[in-house]
């Protein structure tokens, strides 16, 4: 029974940290769309950045799934 409930952990954690990178990426969206109003590129850069971290986070999550 214990390695089922560390299973079931574990799916609870990697849904929980899922929906953190989906707020994250409408955050890091939002500051792109203003950075790019402002056409600040200093900040359209580092929005870009972390998107693409974002993106490869949340890949590797549903590889696993």
Excluded: G, W
Excluded at 25 to 38: G, I, K, P, R, V
Aim: no cysteine; aromatic share 8%; net charge negative.
């Amino acid at each position: 029974m214990k390695p089922i409930v560390k299973i079931i952990r574990k799916v609870d954690i990697e849904k929980q940290y899922e929906y953190i990178l989906q707020l994250e990426l409408d955050y890091e969206l939002a500051s792109l769309f203003s950075a790019m109003n402002e056409k600040n590129e200093i900040e359209i850069d580092k929005s870009k950045k972390r998107l693409a971290e974002i993106q490869l986070e949340l890949e590797s999550l549903h590889a696993y799934a």
